[in-house]
T-cell receptor
Framework: AQSVTQPDIHITVSEGASLELRCNYSYGATPYLFWYVQSPGQGLQLLLKYFSGDTLVQGIKGFEAEFKRSQSSFNLRKPSVHWSDAAEYFCAVSTTDSWGKLQFGAGTQVVVTP | EPEVTQTPSHQVTQMGQEVILRCVPISNHLYFYWYRQILGQKVEFLVSFYNNEISEKSEIFDDQFSVERPDGSNFTLKIRSTKLEDSAMYFC??????????????FGPGTRLTVL
């Protein structure tokens, strides 16, 4: 069955430290991969996406993600976290046979401590 | 920067009542979607819409749900007879013309629906 897994429900990180959020997918077709962020009371904001080409993609707010086909992963990273990065982060996948339907992971809540 | 807007931000209704959630997609986008997020659960796809037709719908999107693009700017989700389990945050999204699997969806801020 097709699935998107974010193994970490909750991550606490110190301001200035690095952050890595994990995402694994299980799909038969070519996946299109996305990371969205949801701040409290806000909607879903697109951070970055991967369709093809360079497997390391840059996004907004200093985030990057790396697609690793062999590991079925699309992990999100930021070298130095700011307090404003505290939010919930969602990995999402669509495929060519899904008519644009996004399937979301369960999300990872990031808490930033001083 | 263009954005998707949704109204109202919060809707409270009694069980059995009809509700209409409204969305204004980004103006040059042609593909529209509704998703929902029950508190503490994943964001779930409900329906996609293109060229005045539903393209795909999930098993959640039963006969109680309908979507419409009543004019050139609005996209609505109607729930005919609300149930307690319809309480959720409902997100509208839109995307421009592009490869179906690879299009980029932009989301609105959501409408929180509370059914009492």
């Amino acid at each position: 069955a097709q699935s998107v897994t974010q193994p970490d429900i909750h991550i606490t990180v110190s301001e200035g430290a690095s952050l890595e959020l994990r995402c694994n997918y299980s799909y038969g077709a070519t996946p299109y991969l996305f990371w969205y962020v949801q701040s409290p009371g806000q909607g879903l904001q697109l951070l970055l996406k991967y369709f093809s080409g360079d497997t390391l993609v840059q996004g907004i707010k200093g985030f990057e993600a790396e697609f690793k086909r062999s590991q079925s992963s699309f992990n999100l990273r930021k070298p130095s976290v700011h307090w404003s990065d505290a939010a919930e982060y969602f990995c999402a996948v669509s495929t060519t046979d899904s008519w644009g339907k996004l399937q979301f992971g369960a999300g990872t809540q990031v808490v930033v401590t001083p | 920067e263009p954005e998707v807007t949704q109204t109202p931000s919060h809707q409270v209704t009694q069980m059995g009542q009809e509700v209409i959630l409204r969305c204004v997609p980004i103006s040059n986008h042609l593909y529209f979607y509704w998703y929902r997020q029950i508190l503490g659960q994943k964001v779930e796809f409900l329906v996609s819409f293109y060229n005045n037709e539903i393209s795909e719908k999930s098993e959640i999107f039963d006969d109680q749900f309908s979507v419409e693009r009543p004019d050139g700017s609005n996209f609505t989700l109607k729930i005919r007879s609300t149930k307690l389990e319809d309480s959720a945050m409902y997100f509208c999204a839109s995307s421009d013309v592009g490869d179906w699997g690879g299009n980029t969806q932009y989301f609105g801020p959501g409408t929180r629906l509370t059914v009492l």
